[in-house]
């Protein structure tokens, strides 16, 4: 019987607190984004993606911008707590606003608040309605997610910028 008061004690500390060990990384990690921008020709861009030293099922939310001549490719993966991810794609002509002000918003927040949530909002107001994936497996390697992106990219020289959010 003590076990239990133990045990309902810890779960009421948990949901009172409102900081799941989720939102706890998510906040570790909104205070450390990381951005890798790549340019040129799109094998070798590909085989830099897939040294990148992230391992993507660790987070939450990343994004891929990728350029090319006359369209850009626009990708937002969310992790859902079952692992699995949700992604959101966006095609527009020309990127080059969008990641200024993603920019401008990551260092205005300062790690205080999800910095993906905050992307995102950017990204909802900017490009409105994008086409959803869900349930789409965690990517094996950064090269499993972001090589499609740019092998589609319409050009010889190209840019792709991956954006580790939270």
């Known amino acids: 019987m003590k ?3 133990v045990i309902a004690a810890m779960i009421s500390a948990v949901l009172l607190s409102g900081t799941s ?3 706890q990384t998510c906040r570790r990690s909104s205070w450390n984004p990381e951005l890798y921008s790549f340019y040129g020709e799109k094998g070798t861009i590909v085989k830099k993606l897939a040294n990148l030293p ?9 994004l891929q911008v990728t350029q090319g001549d006359s369209s850009a490719n626009i990708k937002l ?5 079952n ?5 959101t794609e966006w095609s527009t002509k020309q ?19 999800c910095v993906g949530e905050q992307v995102k909002a950017i990204l909802d107001k900017q490009l409105h309605a994008g086409k959803v994936s869900k349930e789409v497996p965690a990517p094996a390697s950064p090269e499993a997610a972001f090589a499609h992106s740019v092998n589609q990219a319409r050009g010889e020289f190209i840019k792709s910028a991956v954006i580790i959010l939270c």
């Open 3 to 5: 076990s239990n008061r």
């Open 21 to 23: 060990a989720y939102a």
């Open 54 to 62: 992230a391992k993507l099922s660790e987070h939450r939310v990343f």
């Open 77 to 81: 993966y969310e992790q859902q707590e």
């Open 83 to 87: 692992g699995t991810f949700t992604v």
């Open 95 to 113: 990127t080059s606003r969008l990641l200024a002000d993603i920019d401008k918003a990551i260092i205005a927040n300062k790690g205080v608040n």
